[in-house]
């Protein structure tokens, strides 16, 4: 593992130095004047999202910063400054939206919570996930693990997959011992977190997803009714470990697990993947990396603003306002998506393209204001600081597949789904 | 009220009013103040609320945190020793007319 020269030295991440950059994107304030309607974008469908949202964004953004999407049934925000001024203003846009899906595969996590209440639940997480533990404790962890699945790749010899073979249970298996679950494995992590994502997804309200759904949150409590006791008595630096001495209930517990199983996993997962694919297609920027371990952590946060792994996620208006110009009734169901705001042409150059080299700006794919990601370093020391530079050491000529095509997909998460790689063994 | 500085290295300043335990970031944000970022809403956790306080002010501030002291180490304008986070910095009394430098950069 390389630390960055330029970098402050006891940073867990090794930030490349930046370019002085304009940071001030342009804001935007909900008025009380009377606005636009939001216009109505009916030839949206959930299947082309899920091919390939990026285009159908760019025609949403070009139009209006907010549309009525029949097909997703919310209110979709597409602009950078819509959806940066809903994250900082909690007040007006409420994150513990009615009849949510994730409340009922999951339960009412601080993710669905207002302050003063979310910042309870926040801060019961302790120093867990913060960049001093990341330093003295979870890098080494994250090291051996990566080293563990790595070979399982090489073992598998080319030809196996990036992300099925190596990204997926590197990641789980962090997360895993992140959470505090000795009594899992790294397939139950897996496991678990899908199928808990698929009924937050359940719009169709499909009998076989919420079965499937409730089987793992049963299980998830089941596992951590075991790992508290455990836990008071030998505590370790884990987040069921911290919770286990703390007067917080059970049921908040449960909640937060669950959410952080679900959102801890696949995102630096799909990250991972993104990452090396987009290297992998761009051979100039490929080989400024490999010759400056700096630049790793360039490449993470480029891969993120690219492909927003959390593509979309919802608020809820709470007083009729105007935003950009568009009215939005009290209780409007909107989706902030991420995915469109981090390629607005107002914000970014050439917002298409994947480019390490482009000037830095603040991109919004951890979120913003008080549910600012809680594992932004943690997905920043795993990924960028540990696994990048390694796979592209041991993997001599690593390339994708030319007779097997890597497929990426999907909108509110959205990453490698079939990645076959190559490389000289 | 007390009153906060905000100086940007091209010289120009802007001057915020604001009433006593309002954070230097919250100020900053919702005045639109240019080089504060605030990203993670004060959680402690991003460090795009980067400020250099005068020195003059360092003596009446309150320590610096566990948590703000990691995170002051992933500034991305050097730390010097004048570094606070904005959103850990709550304004009282005694900083009233605080001023205080914005980084070049913050992401
Ligand atoms: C590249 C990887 C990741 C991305 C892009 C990401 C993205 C996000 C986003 C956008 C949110 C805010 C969602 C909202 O406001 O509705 C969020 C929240 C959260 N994330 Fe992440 N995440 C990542 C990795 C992780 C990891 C590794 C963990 C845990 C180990 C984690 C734990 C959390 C938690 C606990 C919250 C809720 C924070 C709160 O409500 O206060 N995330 N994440
Ligand atoms: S606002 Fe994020 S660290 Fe201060």
Known sequence: MSTSTDAPASCPFSGAAAEASSISPAKAR??????AEAPSADWVTIADLHDDPFPIYQKLRAQAPIHWVPAVNRYMVT??????????????????ERESLMKRSMGHSMLRKDNPEHQIDRDSYGKT?????????????????????????????????FVWDYAAPYTAE????????HNASQQDMQRWSQSMIDGTGNYADDPAIWAKSAESSAEVDAAIAEMLPYLAKNPDHSLLSGLASMPIPLEAIR???????????????????????????????????????????????????????????PRETTRDLVLEGIAL?????????????????????????????????????????????????????????????TVFRRLPNLRLDPANASVDAGWVFRGMTKMPVLWDS | MPTII??????????IEVSEGTTLMRAAVSNGVAGIVGECGGQAMCATCHVYVDPEFSAELDEIGEDEEEMLDCTTAARTEYSRLGCQVKMSAKLARIRVSVPNEQV
């Open chain 1, 255 to 313: 909640a937060n697990l669950k959410m952080t199983i679900g959102g801890g996993l696949n995102e630096p997962r799909d990250v991972l993947a993104t990452t090396v694919w987009a290297l992998l297609n761009h051979p100039d920027q490929r080989h400024a990396v490999q010759n400056d371990d700096a630049l790793y952590s360039k490449a993470f946060e480029e891969s993120v603003r690219w492909v927003a792994p959390i593509g979309m996620y």
């Open chain 1, 30 to 35: 909900p008025s009380s004047e009377t606005g």
């Open chain 1, 79 to 96: 602009s950078y400054a819509a959806a940066h001024e809903i994250e900082q203003n909690e007040a007006d846009f409420t994150a513990n």
């Open chain 1, 129 to 161: 996930l913060r960049p001093a533990t990341i330093k003295n404790h979870w890098n080494e962890i994250f090291a051996a693990n990566n080293d563990k699945y790595l070979n399982e790749l090489q073992a598998k010899g080319p030809g196996a997959d």
């Open chain 1, 329 to 389: 009734p009290q209780g409007a169901r909107l989706g902030v998506v991420l995915g469109a705001a981090n390629r607005d042409p107002q914000v970014f150059d050439d917002p298409e393209s994947f480019n390490i080299f482009r000037p830095k700006k603040a991109h919004l794919a951890f979120g913003g204001g008080v549910h600012f990601c809680a594992g932004t370093w943690i997905a920043r020391a795993q990924v960028a600081q540990i696994a990048l530079p």
């Open chain 2, 6 to 15: 905000f100086s940007q290295s091209d010289q120009s300043a802007t001057e």
């Open chain 1, 174 to 181: 962090n997360l895993r011992l992140i959470c505090g679950f």
